[in-house]
Every structure is written in structure tokens, then in C-alpha cells.
């Protein structure tokens, strides 16, 4: 069994969380922008879907990504270099979530139901939650977003509507970061792609040292430069 949630934002302890489901911790409480908060603070994030509760988890192992190990492929770099895509940051936050809950591979449902798109989208105002775009001519083919706090950043989501799109969007992700002296990169659950580009697994007890080490400092929650590192050259 797990904790049902009351009305004050706290968690418990990670380490309780179930081995099966993988990481489940609670159910219930709100995505208020104080409840996400407390949750991203210890490495918990909301995941559930229309008709169920909230459902609240913390999976062991957990992916991460370095920002400065991205592994750029020898076709990606050439992508990169030519310019396929425009890429933006924190322009249309709103419209890549949206296309994040778009159907994937002809599969029906979404685990980012309208509760958890406004969440998001009033973390994005307060400055917490960040999109990364790929654009070509002048229509939105590929992007992420996920919430930054201190110099660490949870990765939620990303689609891609064309080749490499979404690869793109990763990597002046890691590039900007990684100028801003962020530490990690939160991938949440082991995907083929990812481990493709760097990400690699570390036990709730490395990601808790991680989160404790990279989630304080850095920059105050704020919008991002649409250019990203472009805009500071």
C-alpha cells in the first residue's frame, strides 16, 4: 500500500517508494505550484492518468544526463551544423507540451492530462518550467520541456515531428546548461534513445547526493533567452 496525501505539500521518504510498480511513492495532494516544488526538491514527479488520482514516484534506478556528455552522432553533427532547424528557447512553452501529449506511434492516451498541462504551464510562469524548440519554417517540428531548479533540470517530455528534431533541441539543451554550470540532467526512466546519447542509470541514493549538490545556487527562476547561448555571444 501507499500513502494517501493530505492538504499540506510533503512527501515521504523516497526509500519507501514500491520496487513494483517501479517507484511508486503516493496518491493524491495537488499540482499547485507548491506541491511541485516539494516534489521536484526531493526527486519525486507526478505521473498518472484521466481517472486515476494523482499518482506521485520516485523510480530506482534512475537515468540521468550529464549535460557536458551528450554524445552527438557523426549524422546529428552534421544536422547541427547545417542549420535545419531554427531552435528557440521559451517561446511556445504552451504548444510543446501540447504536442508532448499528442498520440505516439498510432497509441491512444497521454499521461499529461489538462490538470497536468496548466500545472506546467503556471510553472512556466513563475519561471520554474523551460522549453527547448526546433522550428522549420517557421512551424514547430520538435522540442522538451521540464522544470529547472537550481543548476539541476528534470527532463518531462519531448516530441518529435521530424528527423532529429527533438536530438536538436537536446543538444543546445546540454550546450545551455552546461554553460550555466548545471550538473544534471534528470531523464526519470531508461529509454534505448537516451542511453543512445549519454544517459546513464545511478541508484536513488547517487541522484540524492546529485539533487542535493546541483538543485541550490545558479540562476532565480526566470524566462530563458529565446536564443539560448546564441543570445550571448
Not at 508532448?100 to 503556471?122: F, S
Not at 520554474?128 to 527532463?155: C, K, M, N, P, T
Amino acid at each position: 500500500m501507499i500513502p494517501w496525501l493530505g492538504t499540506r505539500p510533503a512527501f515521504p521518504p523516497v526509500e519507501q517508494a514500491l520496487i513494483e510498480p517501479n517507484g511508486l511513492l503516493a496518491a493524491g495532494g495537488s499540482l499547485t505550484p507548491a506541491w511541485l516544488l516539494e516534489a521536484y526538491s526531493h526527486g519525486v514527479f507526478p505521473w498518472y492518468s484521466d481517472g486515476e488520482p494523482i499518482l506521485w514516484w520516485s523510480p530506482e534506478p534512475r537515468l540521468i544526463l550529464k549535460p557536458e556528455g551528450i554524445k552527438v552522432s557523426r549524422s546529428l553533427a552534421k544536422v547541427l551544423r547545417n542549420g535545419r532547424f531554427e531552435v528557440r528557447f521559451d517561446t511556445s512553452f504552451a504548444a510543446v507540451v501540447s504536442e508532448c501529449a499528442g498520440p505516439r506511434g498510432g497509441v491512444a492516451g497521454t499521461w499529461i492530462t489538462r490538470e497536468i498541462h496548466a500545472a506546467y504551464c503556471r510553472m512556466h510562469e513563475l519561471g520554474y518550467a523551460h522549453s527547448v524548440e526546433s522550428w522549420q519554417d517557421g512551424r514547430l517540428v520538435g522540442g522538451l520541456y521540464g522544470i529547472a531548479l537550481g543548476r539541476f533540470f528534470f527532463g518531462e517530455s519531448m516530441f518529435s515531428r521530424l528527423s532529429d528534431a527533438s536530438k536538436v533541441a537536446l543538444v543546445h539543451l546540454c550546450r545551455y546548461l552546461e554553460a550555466r554550470e548545471f550538473g544534471v540532467i534528470d531523464c526519470q526512466m531508461t529509454t534505448p534513445h537516451l542511453v543512445s546519447m549519454g544517459a546513464h542509470e545511478v541508484s536513488r541514493k547517487r541522484f540524492k547526493a546529485l539533487l542535493a549538490e546541483y538543485q541550490q545556487g545558479g540562476d532565480p527562476p526566470g524566462r530563458w533567452p529565446r536564443t539560448g547561448l546564441a543570445a550571448e555571444r
